[in-house]
């Protein structure tokens, strides 16, 4: 079966860390760049970083630069997301993507497959 | 790139004919994917590059481009389309989403 599932959410304190994992299945794993998103509750989608096919090349938006790096493991099939000094502004869901073209060095694409989230609450 | 979609919410009915568009604040091409957000669940990618039809998403679902205009368009509602709807522009990596429709039944 085709399909990503993340894990690694969880209740974190503020100023905390926490590490996401995505492990992907039934597809060719290294050929797809992917991105991590997160929805706050009852929110719109946002992207918050995405990395090249080849995990040489990592993307981060501006709203989290500094604090959240990502990386992917090609031959584990598996895309990790590190977050650092957390904030209640973290607080959402975290969803791992995949583009839809293949071998993409960036992560600009439409989005074909989803993974079902991993929710991050970050509360004292 | 910031994307104005409009309107936010939308009450239909089944058989209706609906348009949702989603403006982009510069060029972005075609660089456009439509998704389909159902409570609980992820995005589904129903159209890319502005008027692609994803695998698998009925032909009720079309996608058009005028300038920097998009729109998604669902020829005759069906209930397992009440859900909410985003656009995202891919134009370059900073990857920005609409801020969504909600379609409700009337």
């Known amino acids: 079966e085709v399909e990503l599932v993340e894990s690694g959410g969880g209740l974190v304190q503020p100023g905390g860390s926490l590490r996401l994992s995505c492990a992907a299945s039934?597809?060719?794993?290294?050929?797809?760049?992917l991105s991590w998103f997160r929805q706050a509750p009852g929110k719109g989608l946002e992207w918050v970083s995405g990395i090249s096919s080849s995990g040489d090349r990592p993307y981060t938006a501006d709203s989290v630069k500094g604090r959240v790096s990502i990386s992917r493991d090609n031959a584990k099939n598996t895309l990790y997301l590190q977050m650092n000094s957390l904030s209640v502004q973290d607080t959402a869901l975290y969803y791992c993507?995949?583009?839809?073209?293949?071998?993409?060095?960036?992560?600009?694409?439409?989005?074909?497959?989803w993974g079902q989230g991993t929710m991050v609450i970050v509360s004292s | 790139i910031q994307l104005t979609q409009s309107p936010s919410a939308l009450s239909a009915s089944v058989g209706d004919r609906v348009t949702i568009t989603c403006r982009a604040s510069?060029?972005?091409?075609?660089?456009l994917a439509w998704y389909q957000q159902k409570p609980g669940t992820a995005p589904k990618l129903l159209i890319y590059?502005?008027?692609t039809l994803q695998s698998g998403v009925p032909s009720r679902f079309s996608g058009s481009r005028s300038g920097t205009e998009f729109s998604l368009t669902i020829s005759s509602l069906q209930p397992e389309d009440f859900a909410t709807y985003f656009c995202?522009?891919?134009?370059?990596?900073?990857?920005?989403f609409g801020q969504g429709t909600r379609l409700e039944i009337k």
């Open positions: 995202q522009q891919y134009n370059s990596y900073l990857i920005t």
């Open positions: 039934g597809f060719t794993f290294s050929d797809f760049a």
């Open positions: 510069q060029g972005i091409s075609n660089w």
């Open positions: 590059k502005a008027s």
């Open positions: 993507a995949k583009v839809h073209r293949l071998l993409l060095v960036a992560p600009d694409d439409a989005y074909d497959l």
